[in-house]
T-cell receptor, first 119, second 111 residues
Framework: AQTVTQSQPEMSVQEAETVTLSCTYD???????LFWYKQPPSRQMILVIR??????QNATENRFSVNFQKAAKSFSLKISDSQLGDTAMYFC????????????????FGQGTILTVHP | DVKVTQSSRYLVKRTGEKVFLECVQD?????MFWYRQDPGLGLRLIYF?????MKEKGDIPEGYSVSREKKERFSLILESASTNQTSMYLC????WGLGAFFGQGTRLTVV
């Protein structure tokens, strides 16, 4: 079974600064995907960034980037130039890569980190 | 854009009632999921479906059942609602590898 751990229940950052959210996971699988989701007060879960485990290059989406350390099973999210609209709950999630197999796209989530961006 | 729509944003039900939560997706995804979200616990998988009429239990299926009669629709059923089922319920659909696309959530209160 897979587990995902987010050890920071809450974090805060000043507007325009950089913040890093931590995530570790445990799995015996070699092929998988990792995701960061954002859930603002509207409750709509939004995919922020996606990483394929076989790719060594860290994924980047505008101000969002990840530090993927496969051997350490670590997947942190860095938010640069933080904006007030980044205030949200952030979830790290894991999915086994099993095309046509039995994973069915199931996600295992961490506990979430509440990020507050202060003006 | 993928759209996943849940029938209600807020529901208040009485203990013992049978409760239906409905979810519809418009992207012809094979896989659909029901998660429950509780503070400090993240999202936990209740049930999922990989095809019409096919379903499998997730991590916390007790007290719940599901129905998938059409590909686009996945229903979560609380046979006899209890107060410990007060929670946020999130429906999602996915095409493998792309991650899941979520509905807006239903906050259910059982009194």
């Amino acid at each position: 079974a897979q587990t995902v751990t987010q050890s920071q229940p809450e974090m805060s950052v000043q507007e325009a600064e950089t913040v890093t959210l931590s995530c570790t996971y445990d799995t015996s699988e070699n092929n998988y995907y990792l995701f960061w989701y954002k859930q603002p007060p509207s409750r709509q879960m939004i995919l922020v960034i996606r990483q394929e485990a076989y790719k060594q290059q860290n994924a980047t989406e505008n101000r969002f980037s990840v530090n993927f350390q496969k051997a350490a099973k670590s997947f942190s999210l860095k938010i640069s130039d933080s904006q007030l609209g980044d205030t949200a709950m952030y979830f790290c999630a894991f999915m086994i890569s099993n095309a046509g197999g039995t994973s069915y796209g199931k996600l295992t989530f961490g506990q979430g980190t509440i990020l507050t961006v202060h003006p | 854009d993928v759209k996943v729509t849940q029938s209600s944003r807020y529901l208040v039900k009485r203990t013992g009632e049978k409760v239906f939560l409905e979810c519809v997706q418009d992207m012809d995804h094979e896989n659909m999921f029901w998660y429950r979200q509780d503070p400090g616990l993240g999202l936990r998988l209740i049930y999922f479906s990989y095809d019409v009429k096919m379903k499998e239990k997730g991590d916390i299926p007790e007290g719940y059942s599901v129905s998938r009669e059409k590909k686009e629709r996945f229903s979560l059923i609380l046979e006899s609602a209890s107060t410990n089922q007060t929670s946020m319920y999130l429906c999602a659909s996915s095409f493998w590898g792309l991650g899941a696309f979520f509905g807006q959530g239903t906050r259910l209160t059982v009194v």
